[in-house]
């Protein structure tokens, strides 16, 4: 049987060498098509690769009755609707990895560039001009290099940066200190990092924990005269609290490829020459495109031969009469994993689940990786989803086990989900209450009655009369409306627990002077 495949953006030939080496596969392009023209013929084909240009729409998809596999040559899926596709049982590819190398590089390079003041010292040039004392650099031998953010590409940078020995130290949420000796790194907090490092580098995704990560406090917090690079996303850095670091003089230098708004023209950043920058290109070389390209049509000729694929996004049909049977159980289990990972003070080392009474009898992989997919969305962000859930903790180093239980312990299902750490472990339990929906009904050893939804605020505290009315003054003055609360505790007057749903989140200073009041042990503000 041949298939058909549909290129709608262009491709470079050798990024397309696979499909013309395969059998039974023709390849047709189309980057000139219209929309409209698209829709039209969407009809005859098996595959679908695109890059950014083509917007695989509701529509498009659902004229396209024979699409097996849709591949996208990059990252995101942004022009893609996930869901329609996995209604229409289409699989979606993509290639996470094969920029790594190419971003990587130009981090390096960036790095480089700043501390010898290349950019700065060719513009003198180009202006006639030749000023060699203007221009002394720093050396990278021996600085040590702060790296934020420890995954595929943070690694990579970590490699290159030991190659021009420089001591690195470096935070991940995912990072345990023993994965650091084994990589010869130093592990930190960020807050180790700021006060550390010589150059720090970012390599996160943009959340609402990342947003605006190194602002005005955190530029307070570094080393005089370190340097700042940014090859990841925009918005991490407040650039206004930059452009003041650098000016006051408490920040050397700043190499920026990324910005919270692109294109990036007017700011005055750009007018300080302790700055250089690049148009957002970490990805932008022939053999990243080529990569990506590759990648993604050797999925799609695994797919069409039969074989797994390597980097699903969606998730693939669910016979409808088993779907019916966990569908309900899926919003349960990224809520609790959500949940929980708020809950962790270390990386995570090992996930159980446990499932219960009627858990127990159902199809639990897809309910498994929902729990994964909300636990590590928290650092991951939206990259994460319910098909690579899975794949991502294990390259995190974190080993997920599923259990099935007999005990119940009252519930008509139940799903239990811990977390081990190097020194801790944690647990959250929830359940679906018919006509109620989803709650998590123990926390710890702790019982709870919690609605898994809006803004939480779970403290532990010591049991003792008076600290309900305390915490309710505390709030009150911050004008924070407490909408339910429950309480339990191990022993009287031992530790306790207070879950509350509050109309707002609640922000990290407020939590921090909350935990100034003595009844108090800690307090985590959880948003869902």
Same mark, same amino acid.
């Given at each position: 049987?041949?298939?058909?495949?549909?290129?709608?953006?262009?491709?470079?030939?050798?990024?397309?060498?696979?499909?013309?080496?395969?059998?039974?596969?023709? !390849?047709?392009?189309?980057?000139?098509?219209?929309?409209?023209?698209?829709?039209?013929?969407?009809?005859? +084909?098996?595959?679908?690769?695109?890059?950014?240009?083509?917007?695989?729409?509701?529509?498009?998809?659902?004229?396209?009755?024979?699409?097996?596999?849709?591949?996208?040559?990059? &990252?995101?899926?942004?022009?893609?609707?996930?869901?329609?596709? #996995?209604?229409?049982?289409?699989?979606?590819? =993509?290639?996470? =990895?094969?920029?790594?190398?190419?971003?990587?590089?130009?981090?390096?390079?960036?790095?480089?560039?700043?501390?010898?003041?290349?950019?700065?010292?060719?513009?003198?040039?180009?202006?006639?001009?030749?000023?060699?004392?203007?221009?002394?650099?720093?050396?990278?031998?021996?600085?040590?290099?702060?790296?934020?953010?420890?995954?595929?590409?943070?690694?990579?940078?970590? +490699?290159?940066?030991?190659?021009?020995?420089? =001591?690195? !130290?470096?935070?991940?949420?995912?990072?345990?200190?023993?994965?650091?000796?084994?990589?010869?790194?130093?592990?930190?907090?960020?807050?180790?990092?700021?006060?550390?490092?010589?150059? !720090?580098?970012?390599?996160?995704?943009?959340?609402?924990?990342?947003?605006?990560?190194?602002?005005?406090?955190?530029?307070?917090?570094? $080393?005089?005269?370190?340097?700042?690079?940014?090859?990841?996303?925009?918005?991490?850095?407040?650039?206004?609290?930059?452009?003041?670091?650098?000016?006051?003089?408490?920040?050397?230098?700043?190499?920026?490829?990324?910005?919270?708004?692109?294109?990036?023209?007017?700011?005055?950043?750009?007018?300080?020459?302790?700055?250089?920058?690049?148009?957002?290109?970490?990805?932008?070389?022939?053999? *990243?495109?080529?990569?990506?390209? !590759?990648?993604?049509?050797?999925?799609?000729?695994?797919?069409?031969?039969?074989?797994?694929?390597?980097?699903?996004?969606?998730?693939?049909?669910?016979?409808?009469?088993?779907?019916?049977?966990?569908?309900?159980?899926? @919003?349960?289990?990224?809520?609790?994993?959500?949940?929980?990972? @708020?809950?962790?003070?270390?990386?995570?080392?090992?996930?159980?689940?446990?499932?219960?009474?009627?858990?127990?009898?159902?199809?639990?992989?897809?309910? #498994?990786?929902?729990?994964?997919?909300?636990?590590? #969305?928290?650092?991951?962000?939206?990259?994460?989803?319910?098909?690579?859930?899975?794949?991502?903790?294990?390259?995190?180093?974190?080993?997920?086990?599923?259990? $099935?239980?007999?005990?119940?312990?009252?519930?008509?299902?139940?799903?239990? &989900?811990?977390?081990?750490?190097?020194?801790?472990?944690?647990?959250?339990?929830?359940?679906?209450?018919?006509?109620?929906?989803?709650?998590?009904?123990?926390?710890?050893? +702790?019982?709870?009655?919690?609605?898994?939804?809006?803004?939480?605020?779970?403290? @532990? @505290?010591?049991?003792?009369?008076?600290?309900?009315?305390?915490?309710?003054?505390?709030?009150?003055?911050?004008?924070?409306?407490? *909408?339910?609360?429950?309480?339990?505790?191990?022993?009287?007057?031992?530790?306790?627990?207070?879950?509350?749903?509050?109309?707002?989140?609640?922000?990290?200073?407020?939590?921090?002077?909350?935990?100034?009041?003595?009844?108090?042990?800690?307090?985590?503000?959880?948003?869902?």
């Amino acid at each position: 049987m041949a298939f058909k495949i549909l290129i709608s953006d262009p491709l470079s030939e050798e990024g397309m060498y696979p499909l013309l080496q395969a059998e039974n596969i023709s !390849i047709e392009l189309a980057t000139d098509w219209s929309q409209e023209k698209l829709a039209n013929q969407i009809t005859e +084909y098996d595959a679908l690769l695109v890059r950014s240009q083509t917007q695989v729409n509701r529509e498009l998809i659902t004229k396209a009755t024979n699409l097996k596999i849709i591949g996208r040559a990059g &990252v995101g899926v942004d022009n893609i609707d996930l869901d329609a596709a #996995t209604e229409h049982g289409i699989i979606v590819v =993509n290639a996470p =990895n094969g920029n790594t190398n190419s971003a990587a590089e130009h981090t390096m390079a960036m790095i480089m560039a700043l501390s010898r003041k290349i950019p700065q010292a060719y513009l003198s040039l180009m202006n006639k001009q030749w000023d060699r004392k203007k221009y002394v650099g720093t050396e990278l031998k021996n600085k040590t290099l702060g790296i934020i953010g420890l995954g595929r590409i943070g690694a990579e940078v970590a +490699y290159r940066a030991k190659g021009q020995r420089m =001591n690195i !130290i470096a935070y991940d949420p995912f990072l345990t200190e023993d994965q650091a000796k084994k990589m010869d790194i130093q592990y930190g907090s960020v807050d180790e990092v700021l006060h550390a490092a010589d150059f !720090i580098t970012i390599h996160t995704p943009l959340l609402k924990e990342t947003r605006h990560l190194l602002n005005a406090d955190a530029f307070h917090a570094v $080393k005089p005269g370190v340097h700042i690079v940014n090859c990841a996303r925009g918005g991490i850095i407040d650039e206004d609290a930059l452009y003041h670091a650098i000016q006051s003089k408490k920040v050397a230098g700043a190499a920026l490829d990324v910005f919270e708004e692109e294109p990036f023209y007017d700011h005055p950043l750009l007018e300080l020459p302790e700055v250089i920058a690049t148009p957002h290109l970490g990805a932008s070389t022939f053999e *990243a495109q080529e990569s990506v390209a !590759i990648d993604v049509s050797e999925d799609v000729i695994r797919f069409l031969s039969g074989e797994a694929v390597r980097n699903p996004v969606n998730l693939p049909s669910v016979p409808k009469d088993i779907l019916s049977q966990i569908e309900p159980y899926f @919003h349960l289990a990224e809520k609790l994993g959500h949940f929980l990972i @708020h809950l962790a003070n270390e990386p995570v080392e090992e996930i159980n689940l446990y499932y219960s009474g009627d858990l127990s009898q159902t199809k639990i992989g897809p309910i #498994t990786r929902n729990t994964i997919k909300g636990l590590l #969305t928290r650092h991951l962000g939206e990259h994460v989803n319910d098909v690579n859930a899975l794949y991502l903790a294990e390259k995190r180093g974190i080993t997920v086990n599923e259990n $099935k239980t007999s005990s119940t312990q009252g519930f008509t299902n139940l799903l239990k &989900v811990e977390i081990i750490t190097k020194s801790e472990k944690r647990s959250v339990a929830g359940t679906l209450l018919n006509g109620l929906g989803p709650r998590i009904v123990k926390m710890d050893h +702790y019982s709870v009655d919690v609605t898994p939804k809006g803004h939480l605020l779970v403290i @532990h @505290h010591k049991d003792q009369p008076g600290v309900i009315g305390k915490m309710g003054s505390f709030l009150a003055t911050q004008e924070i409306n407490i *909408a339910t609360m429950q309480v339990d505790r191990a022993d009287i007057g031992g530790e306790a627990i207070m879950v509350m749903s509050v109309d707002r989140h609640i922000e990290e200073k407020e939590l921090r002077a909350l935990e100034q009041l003595e009844e108090i042990h800690d307090a985590t503000a959880i948003d869902l």
